[in-house]
């Protein structure tokens, strides 16, 4: 009796088993098809510019080339999480990514990237020149290659209404200092029932409360390190300027500052919550479009200065191909499509010109569609873009390139942590110096690494 | 029993039910309005309704179809479903009907593997995916879907067969039934509702599950909750967008738990209650 | 020792036939389930307790090599890491309290004869069913944000009936981030509770009961005294299983607040020192030491569900 039972239950056993295999290996065959010869994958950040994108590729790119292309999409933290693991183990999974010219300095570096040049040469239509020196600059590796095409860039700027102003007799400057902005933040303060006078980021993340807040570090003549890598967190610039970010929001920026991001500061402007917004060019198209409440009613400056000349930032969303990919030629013809000059006038076509990723090309600018539309704030974006300076950003030399970033790997890292700490400090729950002193051991420490290198 | 002194006890109860089902029904609500509607503060209650945030969902805006990663959930949550019950019944046979000795350690081995940080696990896990060519594949996320849900199923099954009746079983024994007539007459009747409850929790473990898929997945591979995340953009309004994409993906799992609410609390309490 | 007590007396009976083969019998079917527990959730963990001697950050590709303990100074030094197991502690203890407490609160609601308790119920589950990170992104983005969230909508709203202007517009998550994560995951956790304590109060006997109200005794007296008592291994078992759970969450963390504000608990500390920071060989040592922790905290754990088991909880 037992030995018939165990026969049997080792005959089930088995059974079993087979039966699992051959399901996970049915389950598996829908799978493992999207990496046909004639197809790219493709990972990118849920941005508006990457969404039309999307939708435009099929009836034109592939319908061009024959090639398709397989997209994710996913949010901004998420994707660079995603980005970093598949090209840090180069596993090859996605051809070409959007990253950003934070990343694209040191993944070259780190030999995740495969450079660009050879494709540029060969394609002259591409016309490499166009680019826009900075963005240039900043995509271009210590070893003096190219590694990334920008899809659209943009710098800082400074948004206002100029309804409101007018209503109040206040002027803005034409080039105003942030002193004069906190002035105007104050007397535009309560303007309209429910209005602050400015909005600024105060979320957690290097890439939210940071970067306008390392523009005002910059041009109060801070710096998070020396040439030689000393941490200066506690420096009294740095301190001087946050302490200025920090009241200036408390004071007059608009609520629930600690969670405000691009989008909320948007919304806000859009809803008449606020009389003024520092933040991205790219935020324009949105606000001078159609169905925007506040479209006509805003007027734009540069970035407000204190020590530096200028201090509006510099960002890109580039595509990066990856060095593992087996497909480079058609990676390159993806990149050759969709930061051409070609795709820019398809989609002002197609979707509308307030809808172009624009800021990358000077011929941009030079497209009479595009500047009818773009008319209210084309000029100020090409120019605060211009005249960002990635490599000599503050007063002082830089160890290595970015403006609202150090382009160290760890930033993402030593960034967050310290935007979680000053975000606190809008919220309340510490004190500027208090922030700062805990932010200095993080930098000091991230800072030994690259003493004497 | 004096009811009559209960009754506000039912007005309470349904307060309470009401609160409790409040945000689900706001966000089925949200999901039938336009992206401005659903933004505005005070709320829209009765703000025009609109399919858009389904035909954004259905891919109108950007042309990616919801249908690849919700058949990559679903066969990754049937998959392992299956091969949970083929690996888990007769190991819960062999720790119930006709026990092992010291089956009781073996269990416990089966629990304590709950309770380790899956985290901790997962850069191994990537880093052999990455190097099997397992990467972004569904039937590898399958696998360890099955690994994730095998200790409960075990747990489950096991205090579900423990319900057998051994008399009945000696006297088949006895009587000559073979093993199968056993299993069929005596074990199945047990057994059944213990697979239904088993099935239900290792499905909506597995059709939840976000860390695994987001970490392992790409291109192909993905699932439908990390296909939701992919609506929430630092950019513009999304939450009518989020909102019907979280009920559509909610759906099978609100479905089957409404429907099998008792096996819900089985499964869930490890077959502890019945 | 429990492995006796528990073991049942087919057991002993069927010991006759070459004892061997008898018992490979036995164990076959056990196998194929073991085998793979251990080849897939233990073999991983060999690999972490290996790279945790690494020092290996794939963002430093240059410097590679054996770090000795190295990985293990910087995580016991680490600030993050020790303020996020504090943080897992307060997340796991507050929800399962809270949500433990509510859900008896609910259970005994629900036991009482009321019209349409059937649909109470099945609204009150609801929320447990709802997919995990659906539900933290719809407490993040519908619910909690301070411009158009509906806490802040609804503010508005009651504030306007009453003729207020400027209702107060809290940022939840900022002012409270801990509180936040907290009350999205009571929210999804109250209905389990609720199932399990339901399920021990329906198994009361209901003779005992009736038997106190003869003789006069105060329904407060009932819960205390009967009640009380027999839902005691369906608290214990709720929360141990809840435990198991919420220790690991990783969802709502990871959306709500992204591990900011304090509120970064070790699952999630440990996946982004693993996916965002890189630092392979001391997200490994970090691992080693909660699976480690983990271990003394299961043998404990497993101690409870021993006793749980010994009494099986039946109906």
């Not at chain 1, 050879?118 to 020149?129: L, R």
């Amino acid at each position: 009796m037992a030995r018939i039972g165990a026969r049997r239950a080792v005959g089930a056993a088995t059974g079993a088993m087979l039966v699992a295999a051959a399901l996970t290996a049915c389950s598996g065959a829908g799978g493992g098809g999207a990496g046909g010869a004639n197809s790219i994958n493709v990972l990118m950040v849920n941005n508006p510019q990457m969404v039309d994108l999307q939708k435009l590729t099929a009836d034109n790119f592939t319908k061009q080339t024959g090639i398709t292309v397989n997209f994710t999409v996913l949010p901004e933290n998420d994707v660079r999480d995603k980005i970093s693991q598949d090209f840090s183990s180069q596993a090859g999974q996605y051809d070409v990514a959007t990253i950003s010219n934070y990343e694209i300095p040191f993944y070259a570096k780190n030999g995740w990237l495969a450079p660009l040049d050879e494709h540029i040469s060969k394609d002259t239509a591409f016309d490499q020149n166009d680019i826009l020196e900075p963005m240039r600059v900043s995509l271009t590796a210590e070893d003096g290659k190219v590694y990334g095409e920008p899809f659209y860039g943009e710098s800082s700027f400074l948004m206002y209404r100029k309804d409101v102003f007018q209503a109040k007799g206040l002027t803005m400057p034409a080039n105003p200092t942030w002193q004069q902005v906190a002035d105007l933040a104050a007397q535009a303060d309560g303007a309209q029932p429910g209005m602050k006078g400015i909005c600024l980021r105060g979320q957690p993340g290097w890439g939210e409360v940071m970067a306008p807040l390392d523009t005002v570090v910059n041009t109060f003549g801070g710096t998070w390190f020396t040439k030689d890598w000393q941490a200066q967190l506690t420096s009294p610039e740095f301190k001087q300027a946050t302490q200025f970010y920090v009241d200036l929001v408390k004071a007059h920026g608009e609520s629930g500052a600690p969670q405000a991001g691009f989008s909320e500061c948007l919304n806000n402007l859009e809803q008449g919550k606020v009389a003024m917004w520092y933040d991205a060019t790219s935020a324009a198209g949105s606000l001078e479009a159609k169905e925007s409440p506040v479209a006509g009613k805003l007027g734009y400056v540069p970035a407000p200065v204190m020590k530096t000349k200028s201090a509006g930032w510099l960002y890109t969303w580039a595509w990066g191909v990856q060095k593992a990919s087996k497909k480079q030629d058609n990676a390159w013809k993806f990149l050759s499509w969709a930061s051409g000059k070609d795709y820019e006038n398809l989609v002002g076509k197609q979707l509308g010109w307030s809808r172009v990723p624009a800021g990358k090309r000077a011929s941009t600018y030079e497209n009479a569609d595009y500047v009818k539309t773009a008319g209210a704030f084309a000029e100020q974006t090409k120019n605060a873009i211009s005249s960002a300076d990635p490599k000599n950003p503050g007063v002082q030399p830089r160890p290595t390139l970015g403006i609202q970033f150090v382009d160290i790997p760890e930033f993402t890292d030593l960034g967050t942590k310290v935007s979680q700490q000053i975000s606190s400090a809008i919220a309340g729950s510490t004190t500027v110096d208090a922030a700062l002193e805990a932010s200095q051991q993080l930098a000091a420490q991230v800072a030994t690494k690259y003493q004497g290198k | 029993m004096t009811r009559k002194a209960w009754r506000p006890w039912g007005l309470f109860a349904w307060l309470a039910g009401i609160l409790f089902a409040l945000p689900v029904l706001w966000m089925v609500l949200t999901s039938f309005h336009s992206e401005s509607d659903a933004a505005t503060n005070p709320p829209s209650l009765l703000a025009p309704l609109t399919l858009s945030g389904y035909e954004e969902f259905f891919g109108a805006g950007s042309g990616a179809s919801p249908w690849p990663p919700l058949i990559n959930s679903a066969s990754a949550s049937i998959g392992s479903t299956v091969i949970v019950l083929l690996l888990a019944i007769p190991a819960a046979y062999a720790l119930s009907i006709k026990p092992v000795r010291k089956w009781s350690d073996v269990l416990f081995f089966f629990l304590s593997t709950k309770m380790l940080p899956v985290v901790a696990g997962t850069l191994p896990i990537y880093l052999f995916a990455q190097f099997s060519g397992l990467l972004d594949n569904i039937s590898f996320l399958t696998i360890l879907y099955t690994s994730m849900n095998l200790p409960i199923a075990v747990w489950l099954m096991r205090s579900f067969l423990a319900e057998v009746p051994v008399e009945m079983l000696e006297a088949a024994q006895l009587d000559g039934a073979g093993l199968v007539t056993t299993l069929r007459r005596v074990v199945a009747p047990v057994a059944m509702p213990g697979i239904a409850a088993t099935s239900l929790i290792c499905f909506i473990f597995s059709w939840n599950e976000l860390l695994f898929a987001r970490v392992l997945t790409g291109v192909v591979a993905g699932t439908a909750p990390v296909f939701l995340t992919s609506f929430v953009t630092s950019q513009g309004l999304f939450l009518a967008k989020v909102c019907a994409a979280a009920t559509v993906i909610s759906l099978p799992v609100l479905a089957a738990g409404f429907a099998a609410q008792d096996k819900l609390v089985q499964g869930l309490s490890l077959g502890a209650v019945k | 020792m429990a492995t006796q007590t528990l073991d049942r007396p087919l057991a002993t009976s069927v010991n006759r036939g070459p004892k061997r083969a008898a018992e490979w019998a036995r164990r076959a079917p056990l196998l194929p389930a073991l085998v793979f527990t251990i080849i897939i959730t233990q073999l991983p963990f060999v690999a972490t307790l290996i790279i945790s001697f690494l020092r290996w950050n794939a963002l430093d590709p240059s410097n590679q090599g054996f770090a000795g303990l190295g990985n293990y100074i910087a995580v016991a030094t680490d600030d993050a890491l020790r303020s996020s197991v504090v943080s897992t502690v307060i997340l796991t203890v507050a929800v399962v309290v809270v949500s433990l407490l509510l859900g008896l609160g609910l259970a005994l609601l629900l036991d009482q004869r009321f019209r349409g308790r059937g649909f109470v119920r099945t609204m009150l589950i609801a929320p447990f069913l709802v997919v995990p990170v659906a539900a933290a992104l719809l407490w993040k983005h519908v619910l909690y944000n301070p411009e158009y969230g509906l806490l802040n909508g609804a503010l508005t709203w009651i504030w306007g009936l009453f003729g207020g202007t400027a209702p107060p517009q809290p940022d939840w998550i900022s002012t409270m981030p801990k509180i936040a994560v907290e009350a999205a995951l009571v929210w999804q956790w109250t209905p389990f509770m609720m199932l399990i304590l339901l399920a021990g109060l329906q198994s009361r006997p209901f003779d005992a009961i009736e038997a106190a109200r003869m003789d006069g005794a105060t329904p407060w007296q009932i819960f205390r005294y009967l009640t009380l008592p027999h839902l005691r291994q369906y608290l214990e078992l709720g929360g141990l299983l809840g435990s198991i759970y919420i220790v690991q969450n990783f969802d709502a963390v990871f959306t709500i607040t992204s591990g900011g504000l304090g509120t970064a608990n070790l699952p999630y500390t440990i996946y982004q020192t693993f996916f965002q920071a890189h630092d392979y060989g001391q997200a490994s040592a970090a691992g080693v030491i909660v699976v480690i922790a983990s271990i003394v905290i299961a043998t404990f754990a497993l101690r409870v569900v021993s006793s749980l088991l010994r009494n099986e909880v039946k109906s």
